[in-house]
Protein backbone atom coordinates (compact mmCIF):
# COMPACT_ATOMS: atom_id res chain seq x y z
CA UNK A 1 0.00 0.00 0.00
CA UNK A 2 1.16 3.42 -0.86
CA UNK A 3 0.61 6.92 0.68
CA UNK A 4 0.71 9.77 -1.37
CA UNK A 5 1.06 13.09 0.48
CA UNK A 6 1.06 16.32 -1.24
CA UNK A 7 2.04 19.49 0.46
CA UNK A 8 1.62 22.88 -0.98
CA UNK A 9 2.84 26.18 0.70
CA UNK A 10 3.33 24.21 4.14
CA UNK A 11 6.24 25.45 6.53
CA UNK A 12 9.42 26.40 5.15
CA UNK A 13 8.76 25.36 1.22
CA UNK A 14 6.45 26.99 -0.94
CA UNK A 15 5.03 25.43 -4.07
CA UNK A 16 4.42 22.40 -3.89
CA UNK A 17 6.03 19.08 -2.71
CA UNK A 18 4.71 15.54 -3.61
CA UNK A 19 6.17 12.61 -1.17
CA UNK A 20 5.44 8.92 -1.30
CA UNK A 21 6.17 6.37 1.14
CA UNK A 22 5.47 2.60 1.20
CA UNK A 23 3.23 0.59 3.74
CA UNK A 24 4.68 -2.37 6.08
CA UNK A 25 7.91 0.17 6.16
CA UNK A 26 9.84 2.27 8.51
CA UNK A 27 10.88 5.55 7.22
CA UNK A 28 13.43 7.61 8.38
CA UNK A 29 13.26 11.20 7.66
CA UNK A 30 16.80 12.48 8.08
CA UNK A 31 18.52 15.86 8.15
CA UNK A 32 19.93 19.03 10.03
CA UNK A 33 17.45 21.26 12.16
CA UNK A 34 14.97 23.65 10.24
CA UNK A 35 15.21 21.72 6.79
CA UNK A 36 11.80 20.74 7.09
CA UNK A 37 11.46 17.78 8.05
CA UNK A 38 8.88 18.42 11.12
CA UNK A 39 6.55 19.78 8.60
CA UNK A 40 5.84 16.52 6.80
CA UNK A 41 4.80 15.09 10.69
CA UNK A 42 2.75 17.69 11.44
CA UNK A 43 0.72 17.47 8.23
CA UNK A 44 -0.08 14.05 9.22
CA UNK A 45 -0.61 14.52 12.41
CA UNK A 46 -3.25 17.63 11.29
CA UNK A 47 -4.69 15.74 8.57
CA UNK A 48 -5.76 12.48 9.90
CA UNK A 49 -6.79 13.93 13.17
CA UNK A 50 -8.82 17.23 12.56
CA UNK A 51 -11.68 18.05 13.38
CA UNK A 52 -10.10 18.44 16.91
CA UNK A 53 -13.12 19.29 19.34
CA UNK A 54 -12.21 17.94 22.62
CA UNK A 55 -9.95 21.18 24.87
CA UNK A 56 -7.29 19.03 25.92
CA UNK A 57 -6.22 17.72 22.50
CA UNK A 58 -7.12 21.11 21.04
CA UNK A 59 -4.13 22.25 23.14
CA UNK A 60 -1.90 19.08 22.18
CA UNK A 61 -2.63 19.98 18.72
CA UNK A 62 -1.75 24.08 19.25
CA UNK A 63 1.84 22.41 21.32
CA UNK A 64 2.28 20.70 18.44
CA UNK A 65 2.26 23.53 16.50
CA UNK A 66 -0.72 22.35 13.78
CA UNK A 67 -3.20 24.84 15.32
CA UNK A 68 -3.12 28.66 15.98
CA UNK A 69 -3.36 29.01 19.69
CA UNK A 70 -5.81 32.43 20.54
CA UNK A 71 -2.56 34.78 21.69
CA UNK A 72 -0.80 34.38 17.95
CA UNK A 73 -1.91 36.16 14.64
CA UNK A 74 -0.79 33.38 11.64
CA UNK A 75 -1.43 29.71 11.44
CA UNK A 76 1.98 27.54 12.39
CA UNK A 77 1.35 25.69 9.31
CA UNK A 78 0.87 27.86 6.76
CA UNK A 79 4.20 29.26 4.44
CA UNK A 80 4.80 33.04 5.79
CA UNK A 81 4.68 34.23 2.14
CA UNK A 82 1.05 32.85 1.28
CA UNK A 83 -2.36 33.65 2.40
CA UNK A 84 -3.08 30.02 2.13
CA UNK A 85 -1.92 26.35 2.07
CA UNK A 86 -2.79 22.49 1.10
CA UNK A 87 -2.30 19.21 2.56
CA UNK A 88 -3.92 16.40 0.41
CA UNK A 89 -3.14 12.36 1.52
CA UNK A 90 -4.18 9.31 -0.23
CA UNK A 91 -4.03 5.81 0.73
CA UNK A 92 -5.80 2.53 0.44
CA UNK A 93 -8.43 4.16 -1.74
CA UNK A 94 -8.82 6.71 1.13
CA UNK A 95 -8.62 10.38 0.08
CA UNK A 96 -8.51 13.68 2.70
CA UNK A 97 -7.45 17.06 1.68
CA UNK A 98 -7.26 20.20 4.47
CA UNK A 99 -7.16 23.81 3.57
CA UNK A 100 -5.62 25.95 5.85
CA UNK A 101 -5.89 29.90 5.48
CA UNK A 102 -3.12 32.19 6.82
CA UNK A 103 -5.26 33.62 9.79
CA UNK A 104 -5.95 29.88 10.97
CA UNK A 105 -9.08 28.56 9.48
CA UNK A 106 -9.21 24.96 8.73
CA UNK A 107 -11.39 23.14 6.36
CA UNK A 108 -11.47 19.11 5.74
CA UNK A 109 -13.65 17.34 3.36
CA UNK A 110 -12.80 13.87 4.75
CA UNK A 111 -12.73 13.81 8.73
CA UNK A 112 -10.12 12.30 10.76
CA UNK A 113 -10.13 10.84 14.20
CA UNK A 114 -8.77 13.50 17.13
CA UNK A 115 -7.62 10.69 19.56
CA UNK A 116 -4.94 10.14 16.50
CA UNK A 117 -3.03 13.34 18.48
CA UNK A 118 -2.75 11.25 21.33
CA UNK A 119 -2.49 7.63 20.07
CA UNK A 120 -0.29 7.76 17.11
CA UNK A 121 1.87 11.17 17.06
CA UNK A 122 4.87 10.80 18.90
CA UNK A 123 6.80 14.34 19.41
CA UNK A 124 8.97 15.31 22.65
CA UNK A 125 5.79 17.65 23.38
CA UNK A 126 3.70 15.11 23.03
CA UNK A 127 1.40 14.62 26.47
CA UNK A 128 2.82 11.51 27.02
CA UNK A 129 6.52 12.39 26.51
CA UNK A 130 6.43 15.49 28.51
CA UNK A 131 4.90 13.16 31.80
CA UNK A 132 7.45 10.77 31.56
CA UNK A 133 10.40 13.21 30.73
CA UNK A 134 8.60 15.17 34.13
CA UNK A 135 8.71 12.12 35.84
CA UNK A 136 5.08 12.30 36.30
CA UNK A 137 3.20 8.52 37.10
CA UNK A 138 -0.47 9.77 36.59
CA UNK A 139 -1.71 7.94 34.09
CA UNK A 140 -5.14 8.21 34.46
CA UNK A 141 -5.82 10.57 32.23
CA UNK A 142 -4.89 8.19 29.63
CA UNK A 143 -7.06 5.15 30.14
CA UNK A 144 -9.94 7.82 30.64
CA UNK A 145 -9.43 10.35 27.23
CA UNK A 146 -8.71 7.02 25.08
CA UNK A 147 -11.36 4.58 26.75
CA UNK A 148 -15.40 5.53 26.55
CA UNK A 149 -15.10 6.51 30.21
CA UNK A 150 -14.98 10.33 29.29
CA UNK A 151 -17.59 9.83 27.65
CA UNK A 152 -19.65 8.76 30.92
CA UNK A 153 -18.09 11.18 32.85
CA UNK A 154 -19.78 13.72 30.91
CA UNK A 155 -23.08 12.21 31.54
CA UNK A 156 -22.27 11.80 35.21
CA UNK A 157 -21.47 15.19 35.36
CA UNK A 158 -24.67 16.11 33.93
CA UNK A 159 -26.34 13.11 35.98
CA UNK A 160 -24.99 14.76 39.45
CA UNK A 161 -26.68 18.35 38.77
CA UNK A 162 -29.81 16.04 38.21
CA UNK A 163 -29.27 14.95 41.72
CA UNK A 164 -28.87 18.18 43.36
CA UNK A 165 -31.97 19.55 41.69
CA UNK A 166 -34.06 16.70 43.07
CA UNK A 167 -32.62 17.50 46.40
CA UNK A 168 -33.56 21.16 46.28
CA UNK A 169 -36.59 20.01 45.31
CA UNK A 170 -37.48 17.61 47.90
CA UNK A 171 -36.33 20.93 50.55
CA UNK A 172 -38.72 22.98 48.55
CA UNK A 173 -41.39 20.28 48.54
CA UNK A 174 -41.63 19.95 52.60
CA UNK A 175 -41.62 23.41 52.85
CA UNK A 176 -44.50 24.22 50.55
CA UNK A 177 -46.08 21.30 52.58
CA UNK A 178 -45.56 22.59 55.79
CA UNK A 179 -46.91 26.41 54.46
CA UNK A 180 -50.21 24.35 53.04
CA UNK A 181 -50.44 22.90 56.69
CA UNK A 182 -50.79 26.11 58.72
CA UNK A 183 -52.88 27.65 55.91
CA UNK A 184 -55.17 25.14 56.22
CA UNK A 185 -55.20 25.58 59.64
CA UNK A 186 -55.36 29.35 59.39
CA UNK A 187 -58.71 28.58 56.74
CA UNK A 188 -60.16 26.03 59.58
CA UNK A 189 -60.01 28.85 62.20
CA UNK A 190 -61.32 31.62 60.07
CA UNK A 191 -64.08 29.20 58.76
CA UNK A 192 -65.29 28.71 62.32
CA UNK A 193 -65.11 32.77 62.85
CA UNK A 194 -66.85 33.41 59.89
CA UNK A 195 -69.91 30.83 60.75
CA UNK A 196 -69.89 32.47 64.04
CA UNK A 197 -70.51 36.01 62.91
CA UNK A 198 -73.07 34.37 60.64
CA UNK A 199 -74.95 33.04 62.98
CA UNK A 200 -74.71 36.32 64.80
CA UNK A 201 -76.28 38.24 62.16
CA UNK A 202 -78.86 35.64 61.93
CA UNK A 203 -79.91 35.56 65.34
CA UNK A 204 -79.67 40.09 64.97
CA UNK A 205 -81.96 39.54 62.14
CA UNK A 206 -84.16 37.10 63.64
CA UNK A 207 -84.54 39.99 66.67
CA UNK A 208 -85.24 42.70 63.97
CA UNK A 209 -88.21 40.63 62.31
CA UNK A 210 -89.99 40.28 65.58
CA UNK A 211 -90.37 44.17 66.14
CA UNK A 212 -93.16 45.41 64.58
CA UNK A 213 -92.28 47.74 62.09
CA UNK A 214 -94.32 49.87 59.63
CA UNK A 215 -95.91 46.66 57.54
CA UNK A 216 -95.92 49.08 54.03
CA UNK A 217 -92.01 49.66 54.95
CA UNK A 218 -91.48 45.89 55.16
CA UNK A 219 -93.12 45.08 52.98
CA UNK A 220 -91.51 47.33 50.14
CA UNK A 221 -88.35 46.32 51.32
CA UNK A 222 -89.17 42.68 50.63
CA UNK A 223 -90.31 43.91 46.76
CA UNK A 224 -87.58 46.06 46.59
CA UNK A 225 -85.04 43.00 47.38
CA UNK A 226 -87.22 40.76 45.03
CA UNK A 227 -86.97 43.40 42.21
CA UNK A 228 -83.01 43.49 43.09
CA UNK A 229 -82.17 40.11 42.82
CA UNK A 230 -84.22 39.62 39.29
CA UNK A 231 -82.76 42.44 37.60
CA UNK A 232 -79.35 41.14 39.06
CA UNK A 233 -80.05 37.33 37.45
CA UNK A 234 -81.10 39.52 34.01
CA UNK A 235 -77.85 41.09 34.07
CA UNK A 236 -75.65 37.94 34.60
CA UNK A 237 -77.12 36.56 31.92
CA UNK A 238 -77.03 39.68 29.11
CA UNK A 239 -73.02 39.53 30.37
CA UNK A 240 -72.99 35.93 29.53
CA UNK A 241 -74.52 36.51 26.28
CA UNK A 242 -72.25 39.24 25.56
CA UNK A 243 -68.88 37.41 26.29
CA UNK A 244 -70.34 34.03 23.83
CA UNK A 245 -71.13 36.36 21.16
CA UNK A 246 -67.58 38.34 21.19
CA UNK A 247 -65.91 34.91 21.27
CA UNK A 248 -67.68 33.55 18.60
CA UNK A 249 -66.63 36.85 16.46
CA UNK A 250 -63.17 36.85 17.23
CA UNK A 251 -63.47 32.91 16.10
CA UNK A 252 -65.35 34.16 13.01
CA UNK A 253 -62.70 36.72 12.16
CA UNK A 254 -59.62 33.99 12.94
CA UNK A 255 -61.38 31.53 10.15
CA UNK A 256 -62.08 35.21 7.48
CA UNK A 257 -57.98 36.04 7.98
CA UNK A 258 -57.55 32.20 7.11
CA UNK A 259 -59.48 32.49 4.25
CA UNK A 260 -57.53 36.08 3.41
CA UNK A 261 -53.95 33.56 3.85
CA UNK A 262 -55.18 31.28 1.26
CA UNK A 263 -56.20 33.52 -1.18
CA UNK A 264 -53.55 35.77 -0.98
CA UNK A 265 -51.00 31.94 -1.37
CA UNK A 266 -53.49 31.41 -4.45
CA UNK A 267 -52.99 34.35 -6.27
CA UNK A 268 -48.95 34.04 -5.81
CA UNK A 269 -49.30 30.75 -7.04
CA UNK A 270 -51.70 31.82 -10.55
CA UNK A 271 -49.17 34.24 -10.96
CA UNK A 272 -46.17 32.05 -10.68
CA UNK A 273 -48.11 29.32 -13.21
CA UNK A 274 -49.56 31.74 -15.48
CA UNK A 275 -45.85 33.23 -16.02
CA UNK A 276 -44.63 29.08 -16.42
CA UNK A 277 -47.80 29.26 -19.05
CA UNK A 278 -46.60 32.47 -20.87
CA UNK A 279 -42.71 31.25 -20.93
CA UNK A 280 -43.56 27.47 -22.21
CA UNK A 281 -45.76 29.39 -24.82
CA UNK A 282 -42.54 30.90 -26.13
CA UNK A 283 -41.27 27.25 -27.00
CA UNK A 284 -40.76 26.54 -30.35
CA UNK A 285 -38.96 23.45 -31.32
CA UNK A 286 -37.38 25.81 -34.42
CA UNK A 287 -35.71 27.98 -31.50
CA UNK A 288 -34.69 25.35 -29.50
CA UNK A 289 -32.88 23.49 -32.73
CA UNK A 290 -30.94 26.45 -33.27
CA UNK A 291 -30.14 26.61 -29.75
CA UNK A 292 -28.99 22.83 -29.53
CA UNK A 293 -26.80 23.63 -33.23
CA UNK A 294 -25.08 26.68 -31.43
CA UNK A 295 -24.18 24.27 -28.18
CA UNK A 296 -22.66 21.74 -30.80
CA UNK A 297 -20.81 24.25 -32.42
CA UNK A 298 -19.00 24.87 -29.14
CA UNK A 299 -18.63 21.05 -28.33
CA UNK A 300 -16.58 20.99 -31.81
CA UNK A 301 -14.45 23.69 -30.55
CA UNK A 302 -13.81 21.78 -27.58
CA UNK A 303 -13.06 18.86 -29.32
CA UNK A 304 -10.30 20.49 -31.34
CA UNK A 305 -9.00 21.85 -28.42
CA UNK A 306 -8.88 18.05 -26.49
CA UNK A 307 -7.19 16.38 -29.80
CA UNK A 308 -4.81 19.03 -29.26
CA UNK A 309 -3.49 18.15 -25.67
CA UNK A 310 -3.89 14.68 -25.79
CA UNK A 311 -1.68 14.34 -29.20
CA UNK A 312 0.79 16.38 -26.96
CA UNK A 313 4.21 14.75 -27.41
CA UNK A 314 5.23 15.17 -23.33
CA UNK A 315 2.43 13.14 -22.60
CA UNK A 316 3.63 9.83 -24.59
CA UNK A 317 6.98 10.25 -22.31
CA UNK A 318 6.87 7.72 -19.65
CA UNK A 319 8.27 8.34 -15.64
CA UNK A 320 11.80 9.19 -15.67
CA UNK A 321 14.22 8.97 -12.40
CA UNK A 322 13.77 11.53 -10.20
CA UNK A 323 18.29 12.63 -10.46
CA UNK A 324 18.79 12.16 -14.41
CA UNK A 325 18.58 14.27 -17.15
CA UNK A 326 17.77 12.66 -20.72
CA UNK A 327 17.93 13.56 -24.37
CA UNK A 328 15.11 14.86 -25.89
CA UNK A 329 13.49 11.76 -27.27
CA UNK A 330 11.56 13.95 -30.00
CA UNK A 331 14.27 16.07 -31.78
CA UNK A 332 17.36 14.22 -29.59
CA UNK A 333 19.04 17.23 -29.24
CA UNK A 334 17.61 19.38 -26.23
CA UNK A 335 17.98 17.89 -22.64
CA UNK A 336 15.19 17.55 -20.33
CA UNK A 337 14.41 17.93 -16.72
CA UNK A 338 12.12 14.94 -15.32
CA UNK A 339 10.78 17.04 -12.56
CA UNK A 340 10.00 19.95 -15.12
CA UNK A 341 8.70 17.31 -17.75
CA UNK A 342 6.20 15.58 -14.46
CA UNK A 343 5.07 19.06 -13.84
CA UNK A 344 3.85 19.91 -17.94
CA UNK A 345 2.58 16.82 -18.13
CA UNK A 346 0.35 17.25 -14.74
CA UNK A 347 -0.76 20.96 -16.44
CA UNK A 348 -1.19 19.46 -19.75
CA UNK A 349 -3.86 16.41 -18.10
CA UNK A 350 -5.36 19.12 -15.84
CA UNK A 351 -6.19 21.08 -18.96
CA UNK A 352 -7.73 17.66 -20.46
CA UNK A 353 -9.79 17.22 -17.57
CA UNK A 354 -11.06 20.50 -17.76
CA UNK A 355 -12.03 20.49 -21.56
CA UNK A 356 -13.81 17.05 -20.77
CA UNK A 357 -15.61 18.65 -18.00
CA UNK A 358 -16.71 21.20 -20.16
CA UNK A 359 -17.83 18.65 -22.80
CA UNK A 360 -20.05 16.89 -20.23
CA UNK A 361 -21.62 20.07 -19.19
CA UNK A 362 -22.32 20.97 -22.92
CA UNK A 363 -23.88 18.35 -23.63
CA UNK A 364 -26.10 18.08 -20.49
CA UNK A 365 -27.05 21.68 -21.75
CA UNK A 366 -28.69 19.40 -25.14
CA UNK A 367 -29.74 17.23 -22.97
CA UNK A 368 -31.99 19.99 -20.97
CA UNK A 369 -32.98 21.39 -24.19
CA UNK A 370 -34.07 18.39 -25.92
CA UNK A 371 -36.25 18.44 -22.71
CA UNK A 372 -37.92 21.45 -23.06
CA UNK A 373 -39.79 20.90 -26.61
CA UNK A 374 -41.56 18.38 -24.43
CA UNK A 375 -42.20 20.92 -21.62
CA UNK A 376 -44.90 22.88 -23.77
CA UNK A 377 -47.59 19.49 -23.09
CA UNK A 378 -47.88 20.52 -19.90
CA UNK A 379 -49.50 23.78 -20.20
CA UNK A 380 -53.28 22.64 -20.40
CA UNK A 381 -52.52 20.85 -16.71
CA UNK A 382 -51.42 24.62 -15.62
CA UNK A 383 -54.53 25.76 -17.16
CA UNK A 384 -56.30 23.49 -15.36
CA UNK A 385 -54.74 24.31 -12.27
CA UNK A 386 -55.10 27.98 -12.66
CA UNK A 387 -59.04 27.53 -12.80
CA UNK A 388 -58.61 25.21 -9.55
CA UNK A 389 -57.14 27.80 -7.57
CA UNK A 390 -59.73 30.48 -9.17
CA UNK A 391 -62.19 28.57 -8.27
CA UNK A 392 -61.11 27.84 -4.77
CA UNK A 393 -60.34 31.74 -3.87
CA UNK A 394 -63.92 32.52 -5.38
CA UNK A 395 -65.39 29.79 -2.62
CA UNK A 396 -63.26 31.39 -0.05
CA UNK A 397 -64.65 34.71 -0.46
CA UNK A 398 -67.76 33.73 -0.57
CA UNK A 399 -67.41 32.57 2.70
CA UNK A 400 -65.75 34.96 4.10
CA UNK A 401 -68.98 37.56 2.70
CA UNK A 402 -70.82 35.10 4.63
CA UNK A 403 -68.94 35.67 8.02
CA UNK A 404 -68.79 39.07 7.43
CA UNK A 405 -72.62 38.89 7.47
CA UNK A 406 -72.26 36.75 10.56
CA UNK A 407 -70.63 38.81 12.38
CA UNK A 408 -72.83 42.14 11.65
CA UNK A 409 -75.34 40.07 13.03
CA UNK A 410 -73.61 39.33 16.12
CA UNK A 411 -72.55 43.03 16.82
CA UNK A 412 -76.41 43.95 16.47
CA UNK A 413 -76.82 41.86 19.43
CA UNK A 414 -74.00 42.72 21.00
CA UNK A 415 -75.55 46.18 21.07
CA UNK A 416 -78.61 45.10 22.56
CA UNK A 417 -76.87 42.91 25.06
CA UNK A 418 -75.20 46.12 26.33
CA UNK A 419 -78.46 48.58 26.02
CA UNK A 420 -80.17 46.00 28.62
CA UNK A 421 -77.13 45.62 30.58
CA UNK A 422 -76.79 49.71 31.30
CA UNK A 423 -80.79 49.35 32.01
CA UNK A 424 -80.33 46.61 34.66
CA UNK A 425 -77.53 49.02 35.81
CA UNK A 426 -79.71 51.79 36.09
CA UNK A 427 -82.60 49.84 37.42
CA UNK A 428 -80.38 47.92 40.55
CA UNK A 429 -79.02 51.06 41.07
CA UNK A 430 -82.46 53.25 41.61
CA UNK A 431 -84.10 49.78 43.51
CA UNK A 432 -80.60 50.07 45.71
CA UNK A 433 -80.94 53.75 46.38
CA UNK A 434 -84.91 52.94 46.98
CA UNK A 435 -83.96 50.01 49.37
CA UNK A 436 -81.26 52.23 51.16
CA UNK A 437 -83.66 54.60 51.84
CA UNK A 438 -85.96 52.21 53.16
CA UNK A 439 -83.39 50.57 55.76
CA UNK A 440 -82.83 53.99 57.14
CA UNK A 441 -86.24 54.76 57.70
CA UNK A 442 -86.46 51.91 59.36
CA UNK A 443 -83.11 52.58 61.24
CA UNK A 444 -84.97 55.27 63.19
CA UNK A 445 -87.15 53.33 65.07
CA UNK A 446 -85.69 53.71 68.74
CA UNK A 447 -86.11 49.81 69.04
CA UNK A 448 -84.21 48.82 65.95
CA UNK A 449 -81.83 50.55 65.79
CA UNK A 450 -79.45 49.22 68.07
CA UNK A 451 -79.58 46.16 66.84
CA UNK A 452 -78.89 47.44 63.09
CA UNK A 453 -75.64 48.99 64.14
CA UNK A 454 -74.58 45.91 66.16
CA UNK A 455 -75.42 43.94 62.79
CA UNK A 456 -73.25 46.55 60.81
CA UNK A 457 -69.60 45.84 62.98
CA UNK A 458 -70.38 42.61 62.84
CA UNK A 459 -70.83 42.53 58.71
CA UNK A 460 -67.67 44.84 58.81
CA UNK A 461 -65.91 41.88 60.77
CA UNK A 462 -67.47 39.31 58.27
CA UNK A 463 -66.34 41.20 55.60
CA UNK A 464 -62.79 41.30 56.77
CA UNK A 465 -62.74 37.37 57.53
CA UNK A 466 -63.59 36.41 54.28
CA UNK A 467 -60.98 38.61 52.74
CA UNK A 468 -58.22 36.25 54.90
CA UNK A 469 -60.37 33.11 53.83
CA UNK A 470 -60.35 34.34 49.95
CA UNK A 471 -56.33 35.18 50.21
CA UNK A 472 -55.53 32.01 52.04
CA UNK A 473 -57.37 29.98 49.61
CA UNK A 474 -55.84 31.85 46.59
CA UNK A 475 -52.39 31.46 48.30
CA UNK A 476 -53.09 27.88 48.88
CA UNK A 477 -54.22 27.16 45.03
CA UNK A 478 -50.94 29.17 44.09
CA UNK A 479 -48.56 26.73 45.94
CA UNK A 480 -50.89 23.74 45.12
CA UNK A 481 -48.67 23.46 41.52
CA UNK A 482 -44.86 22.88 41.76
CA UNK A 483 -42.64 22.88 39.06
CA UNK A 484 -40.35 19.32 38.46
CA UNK A 485 -37.93 20.03 35.17
CA UNK A 486 -40.30 22.32 33.35
CA UNK A 487 -43.66 20.23 34.25
CA UNK A 488 -46.38 21.08 36.25
CA UNK A 489 -47.06 19.04 38.77
CA UNK A 490 -49.74 18.92 41.41
CA UNK A 491 -47.78 19.30 44.59
CA UNK A 492 -49.96 15.64 46.36
CA UNK A 493 -48.02 14.39 43.31
CA UNK A 494 -44.76 15.63 43.44
CA UNK A 495 -43.07 13.83 46.36
CA UNK A 496 -43.81 10.49 44.70
CA UNK A 497 -42.53 12.25 41.07
CA UNK A 498 -39.60 13.45 43.20
CA UNK A 499 -38.87 9.91 44.76
CA UNK A 500 -39.29 7.86 41.58
CA UNK A 501 -36.35 10.69 39.49
CA UNK A 502 -34.45 10.26 42.81
CA UNK A 503 -34.57 6.63 42.10
CA UNK A 504 -34.02 6.70 38.92
CA UNK A 505 -31.40 9.07 38.93
CA UNK A 506 -29.10 7.21 41.69
CA UNK A 507 -30.00 4.13 39.78
CA UNK A 508 -27.96 5.86 36.91
CA UNK A 509 -25.54 7.59 38.65
CA UNK A 510 -24.25 3.73 40.08
CA UNK A 511 -24.65 2.37 37.02
CA UNK A 512 -22.14 5.28 35.10
CA UNK A 513 -19.63 5.14 38.03
CA UNK A 514 -19.39 1.41 37.67
CA UNK A 515 -19.12 1.93 33.85
CA UNK A 516 -16.51 4.39 34.07
CA UNK A 517 -14.19 1.65 36.23
CA UNK A 518 -14.98 -1.06 34.18
CA UNK A 519 -13.85 1.42 30.70
CA UNK A 520 -10.82 2.56 32.78
CA UNK A 521 -10.06 -0.94 34.05
CA UNK A 522 -10.40 -2.46 30.72
CA UNK A 523 -8.60 -0.08 28.81
CA UNK A 524 -5.71 -0.17 31.71
CA UNK A 525 -6.01 -3.78 31.44
CA UNK A 526 -5.59 -3.94 27.72
CA UNK A 527 -2.42 -1.47 27.89
CA UNK A 528 -0.96 -3.35 30.27
CA UNK A 529 -0.84 -6.55 27.98
CA UNK A 530 0.49 -4.51 25.31
CA UNK A 531 3.39 -3.27 27.01
CA UNK A 532 4.16 -6.72 28.65
CA UNK A 533 4.25 -8.30 24.77
CA UNK A 534 6.33 -4.71 23.84
CA UNK A 535 8.63 -5.31 26.82
CA UNK A 536 9.65 -9.32 25.67
CA UNK A 537 9.52 -8.61 21.88
CA UNK A 538 12.16 -5.67 22.33
CA UNK A 539 13.97 -8.13 24.89
CA UNK A 540 14.12 -5.30 27.89
CA UNK A 541 15.99 -7.33 30.44
CA UNK A 542 16.36 -4.42 32.87
CA UNK A 543 12.72 -4.32 33.31
CA UNK A 544 10.69 -6.95 34.42
CA UNK A 545 6.99 -5.13 34.41
CA UNK A 546 6.09 -1.61 33.13
CA UNK A 547 2.49 -1.30 34.02
CA UNK A 548 -0.94 1.31 34.77
CA UNK A 549 -1.73 0.54 38.50
CA UNK A 550 -5.35 -0.45 38.24
CA UNK A 551 -6.23 1.22 41.81
CA UNK A 552 -5.06 4.81 41.22
CA UNK A 553 -3.64 4.57 37.48
CA UNK A 554 -0.02 5.37 38.41
CA UNK A 555 2.56 4.20 35.98
CA UNK A 556 4.90 1.69 37.77
CA UNK A 557 8.31 0.11 36.97
CA UNK A 558 9.60 -2.57 38.23
CA UNK A 559 13.39 -3.86 37.40
CA UNK A 560 14.20 -7.21 36.46
CA UNK A 561 15.42 -7.35 40.70
CA UNK A 562 12.09 -6.75 41.08
CA UNK A 563 13.11 -2.89 42.67
CA UNK A 564 10.52 -0.56 41.88
CA UNK A 565 11.36 2.46 40.35
CA UNK A 566 10.16 6.08 40.05
CA UNK A 567 9.72 7.77 36.79
CA UNK A 568 11.97 10.82 38.06
CA UNK A 569 14.64 8.31 38.93
CA UNK A 570 15.10 6.43 35.43
CA UNK A 571 18.21 7.72 33.05
CA UNK A 572 17.38 10.24 30.24
CA UNK A 573 17.41 6.91 28.11
CA UNK A 574 15.04 4.78 29.79
CA UNK A 575 12.90 7.50 30.50
CA UNK A 576 12.52 7.78 26.15
CA UNK A 577 12.38 4.56 25.18
CA UNK A 578 9.25 4.05 27.98
CA UNK A 579 7.91 6.99 26.47
CA UNK A 580 8.10 5.77 22.89
CA UNK A 581 7.09 2.27 24.40
CA UNK A 582 3.46 3.76 25.79
CA UNK A 583 2.99 5.63 22.31
CA UNK A 584 3.31 2.44 20.79
CA UNK A 585 1.03 0.60 23.28
CA UNK A 586 -1.38 3.73 22.99
CA UNK A 587 -1.53 3.28 19.40
CA UNK A 588 -2.00 -0.62 19.41
CA UNK A 589 -4.70 0.19 22.11
CA UNK A 590 -7.28 2.03 21.11
CA UNK A 591 -6.39 3.30 17.38
CA UNK A 592 -5.03 0.19 15.14
CA UNK A 593 -7.41 1.10 12.66
CA UNK A 594 -5.22 3.98 11.03
CA UNK A 595 -2.17 2.43 9.71
CA UNK A 596 -0.24 5.26 10.89
CA UNK A 597 2.43 5.88 13.15
CA UNK A 598 4.41 9.30 13.06
CA UNK A 599 7.40 10.59 15.32
CA UNK A 600 9.37 13.98 15.18
CA UNK A 601 12.60 13.94 16.86
CA UNK A 602 12.71 11.57 19.48
CA UNK A 603 15.53 9.47 19.18
CA UNK A 604 18.01 11.94 20.70
CA UNK A 605 17.26 10.48 24.45
CA UNK A 606 17.73 6.77 23.11
CA UNK A 607 21.22 5.47 23.51
CA UNK A 608 22.51 3.94 20.20
CA UNK A 609 22.18 0.58 21.38
CA UNK A 610 18.98 0.47 22.65
CA UNK A 611 17.49 2.51 19.58
CA UNK A 612 18.86 0.01 16.84
CA UNK A 613 16.72 -2.68 18.81
CA UNK A 614 13.86 -0.42 18.99
CA UNK A 615 14.36 0.05 14.88
CA UNK A 616 14.38 -3.34 14.52
CA UNK A 617 10.70 -3.65 16.68
CA UNK A 618 9.42 -0.76 14.76
CA UNK A 619 10.00 -2.67 11.02
CA UNK A 620 8.52 -5.66 12.47
CA UNK A 621 5.81 -3.85 13.43
CA UNK A 622 5.43 -1.64 10.42
CA UNK A 623 5.25 -5.03 8.39
CA UNK A 624 2.91 -7.02 10.95
CA UNK A 625 0.41 -4.35 10.58
CA UNK A 626 1.18 -2.97 6.88
CA UNK A 627 1.45 0.10 9.05
CA UNK A 628 3.30 3.68 7.67
CA UNK A 629 5.74 4.25 10.59
CA UNK A 630 7.39 7.67 9.96
CA UNK A 631 10.05 8.91 12.54
CA UNK A 632 12.39 12.20 11.71
CA UNK A 633 15.93 12.20 13.06
CA UNK A 634 18.30 15.14 13.26
CA UNK A 635 21.57 14.73 11.22
CA UNK A 636 23.96 17.07 9.76
CA UNK A 637 22.92 16.06 6.17
CA UNK A 638 20.25 17.69 3.60
CA UNK A 639 17.05 16.46 3.34
CA UNK A 640 16.65 12.66 2.92
CA UNK A 641 13.95 10.21 2.74
CA UNK A 642 15.46 6.09 3.37
CA UNK A 643 13.11 2.84 3.97
CA UNK A 644 14.19 0.92 6.40
Known amino acids: MKATLKLENIGQKEGKDILTFNSGKLTLIKGRGAIGKSRIIKSYALVLSFPILSRALMDEAIKFGIMKDAKTEFSPLVNSNNESAVIELNYDDISKRVDLSIDGEITIDNPGNEEFLYSSVVMRTSRIQENISRGYSDFSWIVNELSLAKDYETVLVIVNSYIVQIEKKKLEIEEIKTEKMEITRKIENLNVSRDELIKEIELLEQEISKIKLNPELKEKRLEIKKNIKAFQADLDENEKDKKKLEKAIKDIEGNINKNADRIEKNRLQIISLTKEKEDLKEITVEKIQNEIIEIKDIIAQYREELGAHNNNPILKLKDLEIKDEITCPFCHTGKLIPEKVQNEKEEIEEKINEVKTKIKKENGEINNKKKRINEKDKIPGIIKEIQGLEDESFQLMKSSDNFKNKIDGNSKKIKACIKAIYSDKDQLKKL ?42 EKMESSNIIKLFNVDVKIEKSSKVISTLNDVFTELKDHLESQIGEQKGGAANKFNENIKNLIKELKFTEFKQVSIDLENYDLKVIRNDNTIQSINSLSGSERGIIASLLQICAKETYLPEIPFLVGDDILMDIDPVRREVFFDYLKKLAQKNDWFIILTQVTDEDLTITEL
Open 432 to 473: NDNLAVIVESIKKDEEVQPLFDEKSEIDKNLGSVERQIKDSE
